[in-house]
């Protein structure tokens, strides 16, 4: 058996690493649906998993409003390989960090619907980890969990 095969269906998750997840479901039970994710473990394969759940409803009534975009990077068109609208840019709300069990992640990507789609522009990452940094509204001691210290 090749390495390559090997290693097809390994979960590997390093920091700043992209997945779409098919069918996440949000923890509020509002709703299913698919969604990108942005990790922020600091060391491969951390559990809890630390996410991040960019929108890409910038044009929506919520984030038009400045006071809602504290806390928030904004990926503009074509800044992303992995965010790729034509029409609007995608939020990375720091306010939406979640945390997701080991048994969870491995499960959903048991089923194919956790697919790894690679490590975050260094840039966004820089300005994912100045916005976590000057944040106003993340608790001191999650901003030194979030930045790995």
Known sequence: MSVQRLTENVLFIKRFSVFYWVDYQFHDGSEERNKY?????????????????????DNGAFYSNPSNLIDCVTIN?????????????????LRNIKTEDQSIIEAVHGEGELQFQGILE??????????????????????????CR
Do not use: M, W
Not at 132 to 138: F, Y
């Open 37 to 57: 994710i942005i990790t922020l473990n600091c060391l491969v394969n951390e559990f809890p998993l630390t996410i991040i759940l960019p929108t890409s409803k």
């Open 77 to 93: 068109i074509g800044e992303s390989k992995f965010f790729t609208y034509k029409d609007h840019n995608t939020i990375v709300d």
């Open 122 to 147: 260094p840039e966004l990452q820089d300005r994912i980890t100045k916005a976590i940094e000057n944040s106003l509204t993340i608790e001191e001691y999650l901003i030194d969990k979030y930045l």
